[in-house]
RNA sequence: GGGUGAUUAGCUCAGUUGGCUAGAGCACCUCGUUUACACCGAGGGUGUCGGGGGUUCGAGUCCCUCAUCACCCACCA
């Protein structure tokens, strides 16, 4: 088959697509005899279309997996999507608000529909867009956070927390969000730095700072430190009476150690209802907490004049008036506090007091390694005991920070899209109220009872997300029947059995307190089993101008779809993963799609040129290395090789890609096909051919498996479908001599270069080598000739070759002096360092044996170098 | 307040356990259209590896310290 000149990725990528998906070699076959290799596709969000985020997910994991094949692993990826209760819910609220509707006027089953359609619409798109990445993933056992396999996983798992007290329901305060209606965990919420105002109020004999005015009212208890001197009269338990906002209340002191001296006043009152710290205070001293703003963001009754306004509103109403009862001391305008707000949605955060479920995270309760634990030393030891290895390392320190901090986890949304929580409550007559909690919705219909009904809420998004390496492992039909417990479904189900523990967990940095923690914490949990080996941690991708892409800067959003249309998809994987480490962020730059375009045609024409050296000859004979270019090449491909699965082993993307290029690039093209010319050895060229695109199939799948299906009957079938084999064998010995013409080649390249020589001829007195390759280095060097002749004077030598010399004429080589006195400055510094070293006693004392080898076979070499242009400058000085 | 990362060529960044004269891509300059490729080939790098100090025979790499930038966590009413 012909090739065109340029490879053109779109005429092709859609069509190899479709063959791999039809040929089957994506799904996985647990009862295989092979080893096998699995990961769980982080499931992306169905909120729209694919990000340079997900290409960059897809296109790590894909390497991964393709690699895993190719060693012969039966390897499975398990893609899906997720359900993403808040941020979809967040967009459709959206929607209705820019039609002048709202959930409420709608109602839940419409909302639900609608939801629905969007997600339905997003999932498609995302689908896809994947498929369009090259992505290898198992659809066969495409999975959905809402399967009702996996909703039985989240209803098991609540219910069996809940059996087990991890799971409670109380009042407690929580973030709310009055804009999406919700509470959310305190993972989503982001402070903000916001310029204010602080207001300083007298209260009674003290002086109280507030930015928060409005919440002010009932604030009867006044808190200062314990040790504070100031107001060591005032004993905990004492009560005043003070002027406040709307009349005289009665303030009780209270000592408590959370209040700093060293601000404002070191007094402050408390609004338990609102803040956090407030009410952690109140619950210690165990104090009155009373709500006063709705969950609207208005002012309850209790305000007085001021009920139903919104705090916006109020803020300024009450300063008056406080003014005017001569209750203001000051006002500083230059304040800077931090706002909370919901990261998703952007709603700012109101804190409330809620009746809410909560996962107890340090109840001991928790078998792990024989004893009982809580989930959240179960999550230090994991990582401790070197179950889970994170990938860099340094972010168990990160990891490790958030389990310190870590308080109970809400679990409980008031939002409608998401997995209802299996609970259920009934009343009698007699209001007496039963609550039910099963993985199944209870149906007994007692006398005198009304019927059961389900709590409103939904679960946390991540709370699902948390069962994923496993829920998506369950036999998706025998989880049907109810008759068999999670344990039994467990055991009988093949995939589970075969592939968890997961290999290896991809995904950003950025969620690994949202979603790694969590997969670690209820997987230990429920299945007694690690979910992932490793946790592999890629960087963010940002803008070219270093700053998060962000929808308020659409000009900073790049489309994988608009990059794959113009370069091609395996151009974009290409510059996703070279020169990129894991955990830094990458600043997104054309340049680097543009290069591995070019790359892709590298690899192309490689192609088109041995197939069209090869013609109709192709052979399956084993190839034999004959000349020095075949053994050096051999050889080198069988460095590459084994260093890009050791790279690949250890997740070094960056650096076995970059040992794919050189390879392919500066090894076979620049020298070894260059080399061939002279005189083809066909079964090695086609042996070449083969070998590199198996070697690049895991990073360019596309273009790769184009040119395999040009090659003749009897090497095609799916080259996704190959296993690496062992490398040819080769002589190195032989291949050093073709280092040895290489370096021969440079310098004559740089010598007629830098004189400007067209068609030189090099000379040579009986030297074996030149007499033995004279026509590759005449190609190479694009020399005119390599003859043997007697020693020419005025002629320019080669550097260390006594008897090799360049035809050009003694005037030009005056020229090139000074060059050559350039290099015998920098050979004489070189010589003096080598010198150096060895004469340093405690180097020759302390280093070891090889390294001293190695400095006493270069100070030889250089020795003989420097010789040999000196000479060469003696002569012409 | 606590923590993490970054600082290497004009730009964007690699550099694995310390060990040859520190690399890539892009950009730039010179030459070249030698029939695989101009999305190409050949040649071209004087980088105080952010500053200072230390450990070591030897430091871009390990330790201390300072500076700048970015981010994470906590959060002062």
Redesign the pocket.
Known sequence: MKLP????AKLYEADIYALWEKSGVFTADPSSQKKHYAISMPPPNETGTLSLGHALFITLQDILIRHARQQGKDALWLPGTDHAALPVNAIIERQLMEEGTNKHAIGREEFLRRTRTFVGNSRDTMLKQMRIMGASADWTRLRYTLDDALNRCVNETFVKMYNDGLIYRGNRIVNWDPQLETNVS??E???VEEKGT?YTFRYGPFE?????PETKFRDKYVVMHPQDKRYAQYKHGDTLEVEWINGPIIATIIKDE??????????????PAH????FDIAERHNLDKEQIIDLHGNLLPIAGEFAGMSIDKARSQIVKKLTEKGLLVNVDNK?V??V?INERGRGVIEPQIRLQWFVDVNKPVVMWKGENQSLKTVLQHVIRDEDINLIPK??E??YF??ID?LRDWCISRQIWWGHRIPVWYRTNTDGREETYVGVQPPTDKNEGWHEWKQDPDTLDTWFSSALWTWSTLIDQDLAADYTLSLSELLKRSPDFQAYHPTNVMETGW?IL?FWVARMVLATTYMTGQIPFKDVYLH?LI?AED???MSKSRPESIIEPQEIIDHYGADALRMALI??????????W?R??V??N??????IW??A??IE?VLGNRWSTTTPIPTTPADHWIVYQLALAQQGINK?LD?Y?F??AY?KL??FI??DL???Y??AS?VSPNRPLLAHLLQSILVLAHPFAPFVTETIWQTLPPGTNSLLAAQVLHKPLKADKDKGVLFEKIQKIV?EA??IT??L?VRNAKLHHKNDPLLAAHGSVIAHLA?LESVTPSEEAFEYIHLTGHEHVWLNIPKAKGYTFVRELQVKQT??EK?IQ??EN?LA?K??M????NN?IE?TKK?LS??RI?LESIKAEVNRFS
């Open positions: 000149k340029q490879y053109e305190d993972d919420v982001m402070y602080f109280i700072g507030t930015a928060r959370a209040v700093d001296p060293k601000f404002g006043t070191g007094v402050m009152t408390i609004t803040s956090l710290v407030d304040y506090h931090h909370a340094r972010f320190k990160v920070n958030w901090n950025d307190f960087g940002r270093g700053k998060k070279m020169n990129v480490s894991p955990g830094n962020d990458q600043n730059g340049g680097k543009e290069a375009r070019n790359f892709c045609n590298k024409n490689i088109r040129y069209t790279d250890n070094k960056s650096e970059a290029y050189r690039w500066n093209a620049d020298w096909i260059e010319k440079v390249r740089l270069k830098s400007n694009h920098e050979q070189v360092n080598l070293r340093n405690a180097y004392e302390h280093a070891p390294i190695e270069q070499e250089a170098t």
